[in-house]
């Protein structure tokens, strides 16, 4: 019997698949195998038909990943979705005054192109640090003009509510690692 060609199998595996088309059990082409070689060096074996048969079969399609169940306490229950946060608004004094805050000069550089409406990643590549870094330096800002998002903070900079001064010497004040302090 002459074995089909079958692109990427062996001569010997395709044997084994002429065997298997044909319908033979997989024992019995084992014991073939043994027939056409010697006892002690068989052409094929049970290991071998068994691994051509499972190479023939049609892999199965992947199953579809479950969708993310919502996040539960500890406890199983659901938590509840959090309630929306008014939004604050600040007051300028009464007397009319604005009120004055202090920034770092790398803060004041970020809260100015905030103002030209770069993103963090913008000024980030503009000023050469990490956009981690800017983020960090956006949260500063923010908490030192009590605003509660970055939009507020950039309305509050460019009013005349507000007084941005630049600190002078090392982060505001705060003991630092610069050379000047």
Known sequence: ?????????????????????QGL??????ELGVYRGTRERP???????????RARQPKPKPKPKPKPKPKSCTCGRQRPAPEPTPPVDWQP?????????????REAQVLSAMCEGLTAAEIAE???????TVKSQ????LSALEAPNSV???????????QVRVAQGNRKGRGGGGADG
Do not use: F, K
Not at 94 to 99: K, Q, S, T
Not at 152 to 162: E, T
């Open 1 to 21: 019997m002459t074995a089909p060609v079958v692109l990427g199998l062996s001569r010997r595996d395709a044997q084994i698949v002429t065997l298997l088309e």
């Open 25 to 30: 059990p997989v024992d019995r082409i084992a």
């Open 43 to 53: 052409a094929w074996t049970r290991a071998d038909v068994l691994r051509v048969e």
């Open 93 to 105: 004094p009464a007397d009319g005054a604005p009120r004055e805050v202090v920034l770092t000069r």
């Open 126 to 132: 503009r000023l050469g640090t990490s956009h981690w």
């Open 138 to 141: 956006i949260t500063a800002i």
């Open 152 to 162: 507020r903070a950039i309305v509050l900079a460019l009013s005349d509510q507000v």
